[in-house]
């Protein structure tokens, strides 16, 4: 069959795999520390518009301004993640997060300023941007700097030699070719992973979702098939959102303080407190149970201006929110219903992805890490994934000093290309939309989706798991009819793999550490004594099994 097949062999220094805010910021600094080198990004999309920042962002929501230190920045995400974070990990991104912001803006990301030409705050550690054209002014860096573009090539799989990553494999998008990329080293940018769950919205809208769609979770499941150790799976990413819409809520409540009431007018989260994010969200859901909904944010106390300011700041990152109120003919200082959304995995906002050090190296050798899909440092957005890029790319440099280009024996080759393009023999079998659905039907009814309620427990997590073995199975059924649909059939086996790896890690944290996002009704409560620590797993692929391990807390001295 390989025969037939056509195949590009490409040698590089670092590869980087996924475009997005990491990728982009390593390339550059890559190319900036050592001109000489040779420096590729492979995308699955385009750069141009590709991942998370594809329809742009508003705000930048990891900046120290004034009053605030890294000291400071960590001890708020602690708190915010329930006293288990990396320390050392937050802490190292704290450190950059001012100095990149400065480095973008100098690329043409237009900062909004004050008379005195200070950044204007949103919060705390949160300023104003003109952001729609966010991932263009980023791309144009990357390829300014001479950094190699592929284009619309999906990774498949690591190349690993001795132990040691040394390239990927990669599938053409719309030429249907086989890559073969050797490399020094690699970065794993990939962002997180959308689709495992059963969306807010169906039919024709299902991708109307919080986290981009096209993030299905690759990164993570080439690591795990692989042998990486990851970190984080269970406290999954569950987004307060404006209702339908699924538009940012952080835009209103700290753009414009707009306060959270329930339908009789309730300021309800004054009963909580100080709420971290997951509260916020456990408060909603709370209300809704008790009778108390729908939940809305509040604009009515909005000027015309303000209102005016709002839809502006909604064209920079969901124009999909100015459109509904024109549609509605309402204006924004109408209250907007919230609602949370479907679980997510993705280490930006949580703490979901590879077990990394300071320097964003994996458990593997030659293999960093870097933004959504590196573990253990929760709300790092989008300056904390161009910090980690950063750091992995500084590292990946020193590690390539000396090493020799490898790759893979034509029998190891052979066997990935019969694994990747295996969907096109199958002449009756699944299509990867059924299987999706199926995925998607499985983890929302067993492991926690928004139609269950968010809420886990002992026996159905173990009904998950049975499922999820049987669904692998049926994975071997996919068929594709083209080179698009060969591409949705590895998306969804990737996904598969990832939910397998979450399910184990929800199953073995027997306590309820963030509520909403790991709800164990079994265990409801927070149990620091036994559970302070890290659940951290590794693929066996001789057995077909997860080994899960404990890691203690890492905190950093004063």
């Known amino acids: 069959m390989s025969d037939k097949i056509s195949k590009v062999v490409i040698d590089t220094d670092l590869l980087i795999i996924g475009g997005g805010a990491a990728g982009c910021y390593a390339a550059v600094v890559a190319k900036e520390t050592n001109p000489s080198i040779d420096v590729t990004i492979m995308e699955k999309a385009h750069i141009e518009r590709s991942g998370c920042l594809a329809a742009g962002i508003n705000a930048i929501n990891a900046y120290l301004n004034p009053g605030e230190t890294s000291e400071t920045f960590l001890e708020y995400v602690k708190k915010d993640s329930s006293g288990l974070v990396r320390d050392d990990l937050v802490y190292t991104i704290a450190e950059g997060l001012n100095e990149v912001t400065r480095k973008v803006e100098s690329w043409g990301l237009p900062i909004l300023k004050d008379e005195e030409g200070n950044y204007v705050a949103r919060g705390k550690r949160s300023i104003r941007i003109n952001g729609e054209r966010f991932k263009p002014i980023i791309a144009r860096a990357a390829l ?4 190699r573009i592929l284009n619309r090539v999906a990774a498949t799989n690591y190349i690993v030699v001795d132990n040691r990553v040394v390239g990927a494999y990669g599938l053409g998008v719309r030429d249907g070719k086989f890559y073969i990329i050797r490399a020094k080293g690699v970065i794993c940018a990939t962002g997180g992973a959308a689709g495992i769950y059963r969306p807010n919205n169906d039919g024709s809208a299902s991708h109307k979702m919080w986290y981009s769609p096209f993030n299905t979770g690759t990164g993570y499941a080439m690591g795990i098939r692989a042998g990486a150790e990851m970190t984080g799976f269970e406290m999954r990413f569950i987004a307060l959102r404006v209702k339908d819409t699924i538009a940012p809520t952080g835009t209103l409540a700290q753009g414009v303080s707009a306060p959270q009431i329930n339908a009789k007018g309730e300021k309800y989260l004054q009963r909580w407190g100080k709420a971290t994010t997951p509260q916020r969200l456990q408060a909603t859901l709370e209300e809704n149970q008790a009778g108390r909904g729908p939940c809305y944010l509040d604009t009515s106390h909005l000027t015309p201006q303000q209102a005016n300011s709002l839809k502006e700041a909604y064209l920079n990152m969901c124009p999909g929110m100015v459109l509904a109120w024109a549609d509605y003919g309402v204006e924004p200082n109408k209250p907007l219903e919230i609602g949370g959304s479907e679980p997510y995995i993705v280490g930006g906002h949580t703490q979901s992805g590879y077990w990394v050090d300071i320097h964003r190296r994996t458990t593997l050798a030659g293999l960093y890490a870097a933004g959504d899909v590196a573990g253990g440092s929760p709300k790092k957005y989008v300056t904390g994934c161009f910090v980690e890029g950063k750091l992995a790319a500084q590292a990946a440099l020193e590690y390539i000093k000396g090493v020799e280009l490898t790759g893979p024996s034509p029998e190891e080759a052979e066997m990935e290309i019969r694994r990747v393009f295996a969907p096109l023999r199958v002449e009756q079998g699944f299509l990867p939309t059924e299987l999706e659905e199926a995925l998607q039907k499985l983890m929302d009814e067993y492991a ?27 994975a071997h059924q996919l068929t594709a009819r083209d080179s698009h649909d060969l591409v949705l059939a590895h998306e969804v086996i990737d996904r598969i793999d990832v939910a397998r790896v979450l399910v184990e890690h929800l199953l073995h944290r027997k306590e309820t550490r963030w509520p909403c996002y790991q709800t164990r009704t079994d265990f409801p409560q927070r149990d620091d004594e036994n559970w302070l620590k890290f659940v951290n797993s590794v693929y066996d692929p001789v057995n077909d099994g997860i080994r899960m391990v404990e890691r203690e807390l890492i905190v950093l001295s004063s």
């Not at 300014?144 to 950094?147: D, E, I, K, L, Y």
């Not at 926690?448 to 199975?473: D, P």
């Open 448 to 474: 926690g989706g928004i139609g269950s309620g968010y809420l886990l427990n002992e026996e159905k997590l173990l009904i998950a798991r049975e499922k999820l073995v049987a669904l692998k199975e049926q």
């Open 144 to 147: 300014q700097s001479g950094t």
